[in-house]
């Protein structure tokens, strides 16, 4: 038995609905020492920052417990990131990056940033120079700042958005604080706010859905790169849609059953998330509202929002732990805060 099934396959409570219902629980000795060796082991060389390890968290729901804290850089380890926007019209694919729109995935090539005003049915898309076939591109860091803020400088619109992670702060880190249990809720939620939905083992966020209508209605667009990511200056790379690409030639995978898809990271509530389709390319059946189901070997686990559908997960069926600036931090004050809040509801 490897050792990611080692830790998936114990100690869970019978509240759990099934025998590996959690990707992190505890080791089979029941020691934090081991969950943390064989936990960090997955991640690729140099993902985290600080070595694991387990400290004490309070979850959304204000359950107090343990999570295992894990440390990332904005910039993910071993994957090549970008390109996201094409810089003239005559660009093919290979210049650009991908667009999300009615649950299909689009190259985001010269072509289509040319017949913009054509595909989102509004003329006033201009993003390019007609005479030169020049892309207007926010390829610099203030240009990042201003058009990728909520309120887009209107200098900025009709450009493509782009961001670098050189543009995020030096020494900027993101400590994950999950739970090393999963801590049922009767009431599945998304619960995503700004710690996205999980974690991949290369330490990029699998992030909640992209705010499209909010980029289009400044006529901006913000492509993803092949594997389903961008850059945001407050937290650095971040994946909102996880494509074949992204199971196949960027993220470090973890395969448990031939015939199963791959474990492609971490969830907030402690569970697993495998990719979409397997290597064969069949899709799981009957999963629910969150993207999850079980089985009699796997338990309970999710599965990646198709590709063009702009949500990793729908919501977790568990309490989440959160994402802190700086190791050390943890989720105590937002916890406790649900907590109250969950008196009055």
Known sequence: ??????????????????????????????????????????????????????????????????CISLTVKPAPKNMTIGPWCPRLVTDGPDKGGIWLHNNRVHDVDGAFVKDAATFFNDKTWQLFDPATGRINVTDSEVACRAAARPDVDPKYQNHCVECQVSYVTTG???????????????????RVGRGGVGVTFNGARLDGPAPVDAILGAHTLAPFDDCGGHVNVHVGYHIHAVTAKT???????????????????????????????????????????????????????????????????????????????????????????????????
């Open 1 to 66: 038995m490897s050792k990611l099934l080692r830790w998936i396959a114990v100690s869970l409570p019978l509240a759990a609905v099934g025998p590996l219902a959690s990707v992190i629980s505890l080791a089979h000795d029941g020691s934090h020492t081991s969950t943390v060796k064989d936990l960090s082991a997955h991640f690729v060389d140099g993902a985290l920052v600080v070595p694991a390890k387990v400290v004490d968290c309070t979850l959304s729901g204000g359950t107090e417990t343990k």
């Open 172 to 190: 900027t880190t993101l400590t994950y604080l999950i739970p090393l249990k999963p801590i049922l809720v009767k009431q599945p939620a998304q």
């Open 247 to 345: 199971t196949t030639d960027c993220l470090k995978t973890i395969s448990i059953e031939a015939k199963h898809t791959d474990v492609i990271g971490l969830a907030m509530d402690g569970h697993a998330i495998f990719a979409r389709a397997n290597k064969t390319g069949e899709e799981p059946d009957g999963l629910d509202r969150c993207g999850g189901h079980k089985d009699s070997k796997l338990g309970y686990h999710y599965h990646a929002g198709k590709p063009g559908s702009n949500a990793i997960l729908g919501c977790h069926v568990a309490e989440t732990g959160c994402v802190v600036d700086a190791p050390g931090k943890s989720c105590l004050h937002d916890g406790w805060i649900a907590w109250f809040k969950r008196l009055f509801d």
